[in-house]
């Protein structure tokens, strides 16, 4: 009876665990808080007059707090991934050579534990001398994602767009 005991003793350990880390993993506060990946994703694509633009002829350079953004590509779309962690903005800039102006974006991380996703569309119009932002951005405590678009003129000294809060 005693060894019976022994043996069914690190069984109940191990089942303890087991639930204590699936209860980690599937209740999303904890797990949240626990994310060992880049909490700020998101897909950029550029169009210029209704052509996409490869993104390989397209550079991005760290701003404020990126010093770990990373970058790739995937058909006509650039992946990018950043390790966040950290309550407030950060930014990044698109250099495109065809109009000779960076393009700053800015996502803004309301909570330290919060992951966010993101899909940008930068399309430039320059017969109608304008650039519309369109994008896609959700954290993971929301239940809704936001759409939105702005538009900037292409004359404008500034090309900006911001989401996130």
């Not at 000779?100 to 017969?127: G, M, Y």
């Not at 954290?139 to 900006?160: G, H, P, T």
């Amino acid at each position: 009876m005693e060894n019976k005991k022994k043996k069914l003793f690190p069984l109940i350990i191990v089942a303890i665990i087991t639930a204590l880390m699936a209860f980690c993993f599937f209740y999303k506060p904890i797990y949240y808080r626990i994310y060992p990946f880049d909490r700020i994703k998101g897909y950029i694509r550029i169009i210029i007059d209704k052509q996409t633009l490869s993104p390989e002829s397209i550079s991005f350079h760290n701003k404020s707090r990126c010093d770990d953004i990373s970058v790739k590509t995937k058909d006509n779309e650039s992946y990018i991934s950043i390790k966040g962690g950290e309550y407030g903005g950060y930014s990044f800039t698109i250099d495109i050579p065809e109009i000779n102006k960076p393009v700053e974006v800015r996502v803004f991380q309301a909570n330290w534990w919060n992951t966010t996703d993101f899909a940008l569309t930068v399309n430039i119009d320059t017969v109608n001398n304008e650039v519309r932002y369109d994008y896609y951005f959700r954290n993971n405590d929301d239940k809704s994602a936001v759409m939105a678009d702005r538009i900037n003129n292409l004359d404008d000294e500034k090309l900006s767009v911001s989401f996130g809060l």
